[in-house]
Structure formats: structure tokens, C-alpha cells
């Protein structure tokens, strides 16, 4: 089973809101990951954590803070976006950090 | 420089026959992955096959194949008898061992399948 979840699947959310994301798998992996990805572009790594611990964050403006609670749950926390940070927002898990990510279905976040 | 290259943006196949999706890297690395994913109008990253540097035979996957050819630093992907499913946008990327290990993709080929 290589099954990873994200709730919501869409999520509509203004400038001033605060919203979270949510990605879920229980294959035991240690790495997980969030990803950006821009209409026709490819997927950008935003986050990876290890061991539940943050291992990489890639210059990602603080607007986004991810949270890793516990081995099989990832979030990531958003308030005060901007239109720009429409997007789906992707997420991966692998069993290393070196080895193959498998994807959830996704979260599509609209910002007005 | 771009470490993963698809030179092709978009791909038109009928069904049934064979397509090949090119896909050239730059590494100097001596140890990495290649990975190739399957990304429908839904979302969804799709894994579909990997092939690791110092793998000697071509992977294999069902109907998907890699071409490795190492020398020319090309990964293409194979799709043997495409099903109208196929139509998707097709990512081909790299880990490489060095650095932070994470993948980077290339820009990917939109395969349209035709009845």
C-alpha cells in the first residue's frame, strides 16, 4: 500500500485567513515532504522533514509553517497568504530521505 | 544549468502503439536515481518506474521501461501499447546523492493518447 492523504482536496481561502493542510500517510516512512506546484509548471520542494524533525526548508516565506506532530502526519499552517500562493500543494512521503517519494492526491488552495 | 532536460512538451500517441518520452540529466554525480512520474489532470503524482546509476540492466515496470543509457546521460521512458489512461502530463527526475538529496524534476511532457 503506497497510499498518502491530504485533506482538503480544495480549499478557498482569503488573505487573512488562517487555514491548515493536512497530510496523512501509515506506511512508515520517515521523510516527508511538501511540495508547491504552479499550473504547467513542475513540483518545487518547499519542506522535508526527517525523523519528524525539519531537515530542509527551502528559503520558504514564514506565511507557510509546517508542523510534523508525529511520524505519520504532516501539516502545514497557513495565514496571511497572498494570491500569488495559489497553487496545489503537494505531499510525499519516503520510507529514507533518499528514496521514493510517493505523492498524495494533492490540495488545490485558491487565495482571493 | 538545467540538471533534467525534456525537450518535448507535448507528445501526441494513438492508441495501442509504442511512445518514448526523452529525458537527458547532468550530474557528476557517480551515484544517483532517476525517477520517472505520471501526473493526471487530477494532481496526482503517479510513480512509475526508477533506476538507480549503477543499475545494469534497464528497469521495467508492466508496460513502462526505462532506457538508460549512461554515457549519454538519458533515462527515456517507454510506454509500450498506450491506453487512452496514459494521456497525462509525465515528469522525469533526479536525486542525486550529493547536496540535499532532494529530487529535481524536469518540466515535464504532456502525452496525449488518441482513440
Known amino acids: 500500500d503506497t497510499e498518502v492523504t491530504q485533506t482538503p482536496k480544495h480549499l478557498v481561502m482569503g488573505m487573512t485567513n488562517k487555514k491548515s493542510l493536512k497530510c496523512e500517510q501509515h506506511?512508515?516512512?520517515?521523510?516527508m515532504y511538501w511540495y508547491k506546484q504552479k499550473a504547467k509548471k513542475p513540483p518545487e520542494l518547499m519542506f522535508v522533514?526527517?525523523?519528524?524533525?525539519?531537515?530542509i526548508n527551502e528559503s520558504v516565506p514564514s506565511r507557510f509553517s509546517p508542523e510534523c506532530p508525529n511520524s505519520s502526519l504532516l501539516n502545514l499552517h497557513l495565514h496571511a497568504l497572498q494570491p500569488e500562493d495559489s497553487a496545489l500543494y503537494l505531499c510525499a512521503s519516503s520510507h529514507q530521505h533518499q528514496e521514493t517519494q510517493y505523492f498524495g492526491p494533492g490540495t488545490r488552495l485558491l487565495v482571493l | 544549468a538545467q540538471k533534467i532536460t525534456q525537450t518535448q512538451p507535448g507528445m501526441f500517441v494513438q492508441e495501442k502503439e509504442a511512445v518514448t518520452l526523452d529525458c537527458t540529466y547532468d550530474t557528476s554525480d557517480q551515484s544517483y536515481g532517476l525517477f520517472w512520474y505520471k501526473q493526471p489532470s487530477s494532481g496526482e503524482m503517479i510513480f512509475l518506474i526508477y533506476q538507480g546509476s549503477y543499475d545494469e540492466q534497464n528497469a521495467t515496470e508492466g508496460r513502462y521501461s526505462l532506457n538508460f543509457q549512461k554515457a549519454r546521460k538519458s533515462a527515456n521512458l517507454v510506454i509500450s501499447a498506450s491506453q487512452l489512461g496514459d494521456s497525462a502530463m509525465y515528469f522525469c527526475?533526479?536525486?542525486?546523492?550529493?547536496?540535499?538529496?532532494?529530487?529535481?524534476f524536469g518540466k515535464g511532457t504532456m502525452l496525449l493518447v488518441s482513440p
Open positions: 506506511m512508515g516512512h520517515r521523510a
Open positions: 522533514y526527517s525523523y519528524e524533525k525539519l531537515s
Open positions: 527526475a533526479m536525486r542525486e546523492v550529493s547536496g540535499y538529496s532532494t529530487l529535481t
